[in-house]
T-cell receptor
Framework: EDQVTQSPEALRLQEGESSSLNCSYT??????LFWYRQDPGKGPEFLFT???AGEEKEKERLKATLTKKESFLHITAPKPEDSATYLC?????????FGPGTRLSVLP | NAGVMQNPRHLVRRRGQEARLRCSPM?????VYWYRQLPEEGLKFMVY????????ESGMPKERFSAEFPKEGPSILRIQQVVRGDSAAYFC????????????????FGPGTRLTVL
């Protein structure tokens, strides 16, 4: 069964404390992996798309990487405004499978 | 450049009533997806539509739920005879193009409709 899991479920960091979020997937015929950010009460906001193992994408303090079985979202020197839930999703068939998300809190 | 629009933002219904949720995709987007999100849970795919066509409805309950995306106007997610378990946030997303083999590009999400069933 196609599945997407994310760890940790929740993460609390001090401002400036770098860390990584994990997204593991078991999907046959992966055609893309996506990272989104979701703030409370809002819709997800697109961050990155990764298509093949070894690919990396960066945006400000965020960097996403992809292997054949998992993806990492690295957060370097986070700020309180980076606090949000980070979702990963994979494209398979005619639809997408989302993971449950990692709830990130960055304390000042 | 307006983003994906959903209305209403909040909807309260009593058990047994009907709920209609509307989604206007971004300009130039002809592919729409509907998702449901329960508190503290991830997004669950419901249905993928193109103009006048349902492409994949594998995530949508067989009874009481239906979706359409007419040639003109917004996409509609319709829930008949709502029950308390239908209470959730419903998100719509759109994308501009689809490569061969199926969708594999980023989606742009609306702000969601929060449905409460009393």
């Amino acid at each position: 069964e196609d599945q997407v899991t994310q760890s940790p479920e929740a993460l609390r960091l001090q401002e400036g404390e770098s860390s990584s979020l994990n997204c593991s997937y078991t999907v046959s015929g992966l055609r893309g992996l996506f990272w989104y950010r979701q703030d409370p009460g809002k819709g997800p906001e697109f961050l990155f798309t990764l298509y093949s193992a070894g690919e990396e994408k960066e945006k400000e303090r965020l960097k996403a990487t992809l292997t054949k079985k998992e993806s990492f979202l690295h957060i370097t020197a986070p700020k309180p405004e980076d606090s949000a839930t980070y979702l990963c999703a994979v494209a398979r068939g005619q639809n997408f499978v989302f993971g449950p998300g990692t709830r990130l809190s960055v304390l000042p | 450049n307006a983003g994906v629009m959903q209305n209403p933002r909040h909807l309260v219904r009593r058990r047994g009533q009907e709920a209609r949720l509307r989604c206007s995709p971004m300009k130039g987007h002809s592919h729409v997806y509907w998702y449901r999100q329960l508190p503290e849970e991830g997004l669950k795919f419901m249905v993928y539509l193109q103009k006048e066509n349902i492409i994949d409805e594998s995530g949508m309950p067989k009874e009481r739920f239906s979706a359409e995306f007419p040639k003109e106007g917004p996409s509609i997610l319709r829930i008949q005879q709502v029950v308390r378990g239908d209470s959730a946030a419903y998100f719509c997303a759109s994308s501009p193009y689809i490569t061969s083999g199926g969708p594999n590009n980023e989606q742009f999400f609306g702000p969601g409709t929060r449905l409460t069933v009393l």
